[in-house]
């Protein structure tokens, strides 16, 4: 197939480009600037110059290619929304791939599928309406797929080295918020891009929860990264007020206590994660 990627440069995106090009498609991918071409072409795609907002370039691309997997992060829920309109216009019958998260999903509760229901922080409330009018294209002919990634870790981990920068790497241990209990639903970069490439083959209006391995506590993964940046096992508690101030909302996402199950994208896309230990790639980060 020929498909059509942004966020090609980013962290996900170059995972998932290898990932399709050692599966046999070709690639185009959207990039902003020089810097992102020469990082989309290292990663064997051929850029097509332009921003998420540039909605004519993102409809006449994707008109062009058999599939597009949406990747890029937009700056708010319109304007996502109004990209993958666009794309979703141009592939017409093609599949198109849409990013959420497993954050909507709130507090699980015990290991949940996608059928749970949706109790988002406010950091990614806005991703309801966009999803419910993605796939809502598949009742006009449109090919629309979702795919929820979990915490992204391994490679160059920046939002879980973002969380752990916050408070105290710099003075020596790591931290968590509250007593760590709560369990991080991760998934490593290199099973997730392989999810995107499976996610081709879905039916219209699927979605899949793209997680792997166990569901670690957040202070177990606060010791791992604390090993790994030779600090040893030392971790500490802070505040959700504390943690809110240093880093923003993102901290009541991190807060989340999440465990989901990947059963259906095992099931229907003959997806496995191989990486089923995150604490020992974490550990050795």
Known sequence: MKVLVTGGSGYIGRATIEALIAGGHGVEALARNENSAARVREAGAAPVVGALSDLEVLRSAASRSDAVIHLAQADSGEADLAAATAMLDGVGAGVYVHTGGTWVYG???????ETAPWDPPLL????RSVEE???GQADSGGHPVIVQPGLLYGGDNRL??????APGRDAGYMSHIG???NHWALVHVEDVARLYVAALQAHPGSVYAGVGGVNPTAKEVAVALSRAAGLGDGVKSMTIEDATEQMGPVADAFALDQQLSSARAQSELDWTPRHLDPLAVLSHH
């Open 160 to 165: 879980i080295e973002m969380f752990y920068a």
């Open 107 to 113: 507090n699980t509760n015990g290991v949940v599928d």
């Open 179 to 181: 007593d760590g209990s």
């Open 124 to 127: 990614v409330a806005w991703r």
């Open 133 to 135: 009018a993605v796939l």
